[in-house]
C-alpha cells in the first residue's frame, strides 16, 4: 500500500497554512534616513544640472583716472629744480607756480648764464657810473657856457665903451684937423701940423673900425652861445637818453638772460597736485612728468587693460567688482562699477599711461565706480587718482549642462 510520508512536521506545517498576513520588509532608522538624503542628492544634481549655470571669470589690471583726464606737467628742457612752490594733495588755481627750474648749461669756466649774467651786470655799473658822470658833465658844460657868455657880454660892454670913446675923440680930432686946415689957408699953419692932425683922424677911425669888427665878432660869439645855451637841454637830454637806452637794452637782456636760465612751470587749470615726483635740486627733462593736476570736479573712473581674450566679452553697462590695492578686499571687500566703454581698438602695453605686466596688446574698459569713497574703518576714505587696482570680469554665463554636453554639440556642428 502507498503510504505518503510528509518532510515537515505536523505542527510548522499548520501553521504556515494558516493566513496570518502579508510578509514586511524590516529596516532600520539609520536606513531610511540614508535613503531620503540619496534622493535629495540625486534630485539636488538633476537640478543644477538642468538649471544651473557656469560663468567664465578673468582679472584685469587697471588704474583710478579722473573723467576730464590728468594734466601732467613736463619741463620743456632739462634741468635742475631750484625752487618747488607746491606739495602733494595741494590744491592750485590756474596761473599759479609750481617749480622754477634751472635749465642753464655748463661750460669749463662754469654755468653759461652766470658768466654771461656777470659780464652784464659788469656792463650795467659802467653804463650807472657814465649816467651818473653824464650829469656831471652835463652841468659843467652849462656852468662854462653861461660863463662864456657873461665874459663876451662883458667884453661887448667894454668894447662899446671904447668905441664911444674913440668917436668922441674922432669928433675932437675932426675939429682939429678943420682949424689947422683953416690955419694952413690963411699961413698961420705949417703943413706938416695938418697933415698930423689928419693922420690922427685917419687912425682914429681905423681904431673905431677895428673896434667895430671885434664887437662884431663878439656879439656873432654871443649869439652862437645863446643857440648852443637853446640847444644845451635838448642836447643833454638826448645824451642822457641815449645812456637810458643802452641800460634799458641791457636790463632787457638780463631779464631774458635769466629767463633763458630759470623757467618758471604754472598750473594750466584749476585743481589738485598729484603724483609730486620731484624736490628741490632734482634733475628734470621734457621725457618725464614732474608732477600731475587733477582737474577740478573731475570724476573717477577705472582704466582697465583687457587683453584680446576677454574683450570680446565685455559690454556697456556690465558689473565688475574691484579690488583696490591699497584696500585688500579680505579686509574691505569689493566695489562695484558698471563699465561704460569698450574700446574697439587695441594699444600697446608700451603705449599705456600706466606699466602693466601685459606683453600683448590690450583693449581699454572704462568701469564707474559706484561711489568714490571706500568704507575703512567706519569711516569713507576718498580714493585717489593713480590708484592700481584689479577688475574681476564675468565673461559669459552658461548652463551647466550645455557645458557638459558642448563636445558633443561642437561636433554636431560640425558634421552639418
Same mark, same amino acid.
Given at each position: 500500500m502507498n503510504v505518503s510520508v510528509s518532510l515537515f512536521r505536523h505542527l510548522p506545517s499548520s501553521v504556515t497554512s494558516r493566513d496570518i498576513g502579508v510578509p514586511i520588509a524590516?529596516? *532600520?532608522?539609520?536606513?531610511?534616513?540614508?535613503?531620503?538624503?540619496?534622493?535629495?542628492?540625486?534630485?539636488?544634481?538633476?537640478?543644477?544640472?538642468?538649471?544651473?549655470?557656469?560663468?567664465?571669470?578673468?582679472?584685469?589690471?587697471g588704474f583710478l583716472v579722473p573723467d576730464k583726464g590728468v594734466i601732467k606737467v613736463v619741463a620743456p628742457r632739462p634741468g635742475h629744480v631750484l625752487e618747488l612752490m607746491v606739495s602733494e594733495g595741494?590744491?592750485?588755481?590756474?596761473?599759479?607756480?609750481?617749480?622754477?627750474i634751472d635749465v642753464s648749461e655748463n661750460s669749463v669756466e662754469g654755468r653759461t648764464a652766470d658768466l654771461i649774467a656777470n659780464n652784464l651786470q659788469k656792463r650795467r655799473k659802467t653804463l650807472v657810473e657814465q649816467l651818473s658822470r653824464l650829469s656831471t658833465v652835463q652841468d659843467g658844460d652849462r656852468r662854462t657856457l653861461e660863463a662864456n657868455m657873461v665874459s663876451i657880454g662883458d667884453q661887448i660892454r667894454g668894447l662899446n665903451t671904447q668905441i664911444d670913446a674913440e668917436r668922441n675923440y674922432i669928433g675932437v680930432a675932426e675939429r682939429l684937423f678943420h682949424r689947422n686946415e683953416s690955419l694952413q689957408e690963411r699961413s698961420l699953419n705949417t703943413a706938416t701940423v695938418r697933415d698930423q692932425s689928419e693922420e690922427d683922424l685917419a687912425e682914429a677911425n681905423a681904431k673905431v673900425a677895428a673896434l667895430e669888427v671885434a664887437l662884431s665878432t663878439l656879439q656873432g660869439n654871443l649869439v652862437q652861445l645863446k643857440v648852443q645855451q637853446d640847444a644845451l637841454s635838448a642836447k643833454q637830454a638826448n645824451d642822457r637818453a641815449a645812456v637810458e637806452q643802452s641800460l634799458s637794452e641791457?636790463?632787457?637782456?638780463?631779464?631774458?638772460?635769466?629767463?633763458?636760465?630759470?623757467?618758471?612751470?604754472?598750473?594750466?587749470?584749476?585743481?589738485?597736485?598729484?603724483?609730486?615726483?620731484?624736490?628741490?635740486?632734482?634733475?628734470?627733462?621734457?621725457?618725464t612728468p614732474a608732477l600731475t593736476i587733477i582737474p577740478d570736479a573731475s570724476k573717477l573712473e577705472a582704466d582697465l587693460y583687457v587683453p584680446s581674450s576677454a574683450a570680446g566679452f565685455l559690454k556697456r553697462g556690465q558689473t565688475v567688482l574691484l579690488e583696490y590695492d591699497a584696500y585688500p578686499y579680505e579686509k574691505f571687500g569689493l566695489q562695484a562699477a558698471v563699465v561704460s566703454s569698450v574700446s574697439r581698438?587695441?594699444?600697446?602695453?608700451?603705449?599705456?599711461?600706466?606699466?602693466?605686466?601685459?606683453?600683448?596688446?590690450?583693449?581699454?574698459?572704462?568701469?564707474?565706480?559706484?561711489?568714490?569713497?571706500? *568704507?575703512?574703518f567706519g569711516h569713507e576714505e576718498p580714493l585717489v587718482a593713480g590708484a592700481k587696482l584689479q577688475a574681476n570680469l564675468v565673461l559669459e554665463s552658461r548652463k551647466i549642462w550645455q557645458w557638459i554636453f558642448e563636445p558633443m554639440i561642437a561636433a554636431g556642428a560640425l558634421t552639418q
Open positions: 524590516v529596516t *532600520t532608522a539609520w536606513e531610511r534616513a540614508f535613503g531620503v538624503i540619496l534622493t535629495g542628492l540625486v534630485i539636488s544634481l538633476v537640478a543644477v544640472l538642468c538649471c544651473g549655470s557656469y560663468a567664465r571669470k578673468a582679472q584685469v589690471t595741494q590744491h592750485v588755481r590756474s596761473g599759479d607756480a609750481l617749480m622754477s641791457l636790463d632787457q637782456m638780463i631779464i631774458q638772460n635769466d629767463d633763458q636760465r630759470t623757467i618758471v612751470l604754472r598750473a594750466s587749470q584749476d585743481g589738485n597736485v598729484t603724483q609730486l615726483r620731484v624736490q628741490t635740486g632734482a634733475p628734470v627733462d621734457a621725457s581698438t587695441s594699444v600697446p602695453a608700451a603705449e599705456l599711461p600706466f606699466l602693466v605686466a601685459e606683453t600683448e596688446p590690450v583693449y581699454l574698459v572704462v568701469a564707474r565706480p559706484f561711489k568714490s569713497t571706500i *568704507t575703512a
